[in-house]
């Protein structure tokens, strides 16, 4: 469970539960659009970071207004990523906190000639320290996520300063081998092990798992205490993708007052690709 902040309490350690999910539009394996099903999913998982890929925002239309839908039934803050739009909306990453975020951004991560892609960066004020969270889904070329590994390791998007805390990396990478990718970001971070917690290495699809897809990366400041993907009768047909769930240990520092702007007033703000807050 979350520790709540505590006045002059210098060192602490915070557990704090990551979720990455690739939602495929709450499409589920019968074919029905049906975000309620991933709703179920999300508060079965208990985490307090969510990662969902995929997510549809279109105003208007109960089943594909997902970002809105989400925020609101979860009581979370939030941030979306635009990626592209689509008719009548708009399309891309988001992501959810129990934590207040003190700041988001998306970067462009597209390839010339590919889909427009996007990396969804949200700063979190988890008891006075600041943890960065990455959220991405990258291309399904061999080519295109060489290029996008050299972006997302620029000093424009996981490199840039100053920064001082924890970051994490994770979503839908579509590597399943080891890549350009898996390389750079294996120079600075950690990732997690599926083999040795889970006793094996797919994720993906599923009802039966042939490719690892869905990644964790994190800073070695971080502890990896558990990892599990969330595999429940609801979770196999909401989507082809199951939940991937670490829980961490988050070295804290408490302070006295809010060290961060707080979004907690916002609830939900919406991101252009490459733009700041609306």
């Not at 988001?94 to 390839?111: A, E, M, V």
């Not at 009768?233 to 804290?252: Q, W, Y």
């Amino acid at each position: 469970m979350i520790k709540a902040r505590t006045s002059n309490t210098l060192d602490m350690a915070t557990a704090v539960r990551i979720l990455t999910y690739n939602v495929h539009k709450c499409r589920g394996l019968d074919r029905r659009i049906l975000p309620a099903r991933i709703l179920e999913v999300l508060r079965e998982s208990n985490a307090d970071i969510i990662a969902l890929q995929e997510v549809l925002n279109i105003p208007g239309h109960p089943a594909k207004y997902q970002a809105q839908f989400f925020t609101r039934e979860l009581g979370f803050d939030a941030c979306f990523g635009e990626n592209r739009r689509v008719t009548g909306g708009t399309y891309g990453n988001l992501l959810l906190s129990r934590f207040p975020l003190s700041g988001c951004q998306n970067h462009d991560i597209t390839t010339l000639g590919r889909e427009q892609r996007g990396c969804l960066r949200a700063d979190i004020v988890i008891a006075g320290t600041v943890l960065r969270v990455f959220n991405v889904h990258l291309g399904t070329s061999f080519f295109e996520r060489r290029h996008q590994a050299r972006k997302l390791v620029s000093k424009e998007i996981i490199h840039s300063r100053p920064f001082h805390g924890s970051r994490v990396v994770l979503g839908d990478f579509n590597e399943w081998t080891r890549g350009l990718v898996s390389e750079l970001l294996s120079r600075d971070f950690r990732s997690v092990d599926l083999l040795a917690h889970l006793g094996r290495t797919r994720t993906y699809p599923g009802l039966l798992p042939l490719l690892h897809l869905d990644h964790i990366y994190f800073d070695p400041a971080l502890k990896l205490e558990h990892l599990t993907i969330h595999k429940t009768r609801t979770a196999l047909i909401a989507s082809d993708h199951l939940p991937l769930i670490a829980d961490f240990r988050l070295e804290t520092f408490a302070l006295d007052s809010q060290p961060h702007g707080s979004w907690n007033s916002m609830k939900y703000s919406a991101l252009s690709r490459g733009a700041g807050a609306v």
